[in-house]
């Protein structure tokens, strides 16, 4: 009878689906592996150029961090961080409603809202004729490198960018409508004497790191396409734990960041499809929309970007719905406010009256398994020691204008012991209900996932990443 009634529900919905859609789960093939080869061959990411757009490499940089000596630590560790990462976003918000909020606001006034640690993929650039591997982030504008003479640096793989070894580098100056661009950009003043002509910036992040030096033209090239007059940030005291990366490259929607600045050539469009964690997996960055280029096995599917006059430079989706294998998720807060997708947050974080019904109907399904105890802001665990493979429900986020984010296998359960012997459901709940919801890029793996910047929309598609 009740699933009679569930057949009809789904029926009217335009849909039918199966009760208990499942995908099989490996603990086999989805554990962690200790990353081999060398540090440096995972620098340096390959790119090219196919039909106008460009290709550019995209790997997970746990496996270019060299050895990790205890990766329980490390998952945990990760956690925490992208716990941090989400309160600083949220407080960027403007919700001062909470203690711990204001407290982070009066120490860390000017933020960019992002966690370095918690940025996970890197690609390779040519800027003034020089390979530089830099960090993906699509929630912050500036693109920087570390930059000679270097008054503080941490330590990258890569030798730092020497701007006297450019003829095509040029300086760039206070009174220029560039310089002042930098105010919306970095969320940060430009720093302008007066005697001081060159215009400097400032970007803090979130936990603590920033870089600091000037604003510079340089000549880039995304594989093989030249972006001319490159605006970037040439950084002369930086501080963080980059993971040997040379800097950031910026995907947010500001005119400072790297969408922005070539939107002539690529048409204000990209996409990435982000690799699972497994050794050596690549993935890739296109600059450009041609579909052609992708490899995605369900066809894209569309929603638009919804403004958010509070964080304008990320990327804000109306989501609409939740389904847990095959199953609508019934809660009240669905497409009340815009959720923001990031690729700098891990974990996807739901309202907490939706994260409940999500568990709920996941337990439900996902039933007869053993409970773990619950792992940092994860408390949907499971001792899975013994299994060879499990079957899991499906889980799918649903977007205004019938657009869905079929979450692939290796983005269900975050696995707590390496060996995928206890496992947590890679959701998180947030602390209220008027946070802001996040898709995360745990969630966001082996999909083509194409932003389109001029006409204000996001696809979807599945895809199993490669470069080539
Ligand atoms: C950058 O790296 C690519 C691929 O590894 C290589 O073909 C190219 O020559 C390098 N460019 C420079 C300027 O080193
Ligand atoms: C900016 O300042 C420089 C000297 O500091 C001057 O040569 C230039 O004309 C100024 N440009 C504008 C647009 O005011
Ligand atoms: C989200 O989409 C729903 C369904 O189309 C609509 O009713 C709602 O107003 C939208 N919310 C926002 C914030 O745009």
């Known amino acids: ?180 661009s930098l105010h919306y950009g970095s969320w940060n003043s430009p720093l302008c004497g007066t005697k001081q002509p060159i215009c400097n910036y400032v970007v803090n992040y979130g936990d603590g790191s920033y870089t600091r030096g000037e604003l510079a033209r340089e000549h880039l090239s995304l594989g093989k396409t030249p972006v001319k007059d490159f605006l970037f940030g040439c950084g002369r005291d930086n501080k963080g734990l980059f993971g040997g990366a040379s800097g950031i490259m910026g995907l947010g929607r500001s005119t400072l960041s790297v969408i922005s600045q070539s939107s002539a050539l690529f048409g204000g469009v990209f996409s990435y499809c982000l690799p699972s964690t497994e050794a050596g997996a690549s993935g890739s960055l296109v600059m450009g929309g041609d579909s052609s280029l992708f490899k995605n096995f369900t066809p894209f599917s569309y929603t638009k970007m919804v403004p958010n006059p509070q964080l304008s430079n990320f990327y804000f989706l109306n989501l609409t719905g939740i389904s847990v294998g095959g199953v609508a998720v019934q809660a009240p807060s669905f497409a009340k406010g815009g959720v923001l997708i990031d690729s700098g947050t891990i974990i996807t974080r739901l309202a907490p009256s939706v994260y409940k019904a999500v568990k709920a109907e996941f337990l439900k399904q996902f039933s007869g398994f053993p409970p773990a105890p619950g792992f940092s802001i994860l408390d949907t665990c499971f001792n899975l020691g013994g ?82």
């Not at 003479?149 to 580098?169: D, G, M, R, V, W």
């Not at 493979?389 to 390496?418: C, Q, R, W």
């Not at 206890?422 to 932003?451: F, P």
């Open 1 to 180: 009878m009740f699933s009679l009634i569930l057949l009809y529900l789904s029926i009217s919905n335009g849909r039918v689906h199966c009760y208990g859609e499942k995908k099989a789960f490996s603990l086999q093939r989805l554990q962690w592996n200790q990353p081999s080869g060398h540090a440096l061959s995972c620098l340096s990411g390959k790119s090219r150029r196919e039909n106008g757009a460009t290709i550019l490499e995209m790997k997970h940089r746990d496996y270019c961090s060299g050895k990790i000596v205890d990766w329980s630590k490390k998952l945990q560790k990760r956690l925490i961080l992208d716990n941090f990462h989400v309160q600083l976003l949220q407080s960027r918000k403007g919700n001062m409603a909470f203690g711990a909020e204001v407290a982070m606001k009066a120490r860390m006034p000017l933020t960019s809202g992002i966690n370095l640690h918690t940025l996970n993929y890197i690609v390779t650039i040519e800027l003034g004729g020089r390979n530089m591997t830099v960090i993906v982030d699509t929630g912050s504008d500036l693109t920087w490198v570390q930059c000679q003479p270097c008054k503080s640096c941490y330590n990258q793989k890569e030798s730092l960018f020497n701007p006297s070894a450019s003829h095509s580098y040029q300086s760039v100056l206070c009174n220029t409508s560039a310089c002042r």
């Open 387 to 468: 299994y060879e493979e499990v079957d899991i429900p499906t889980l799918e986020l649903h977007f205004e204008g019938n657009a869905k984010l079929n979450v692939d296998v290796t983005g269900m359960f975050y696995l707590v012991k390496t060996d995928a012997s206890q496992v947590c459901l890679a959701l998180a709940s947030l602390s209220n209900e008027d946070e802001i919801g996040i898709v995360g890029n745990y969630q966001q793996k082996n999909q083509r996932i194409i932003y389109d910047t001029k006409q204000s929309k996001l696809g979807f598609a599945g895809e199993t990443c490669r470069f080539r």
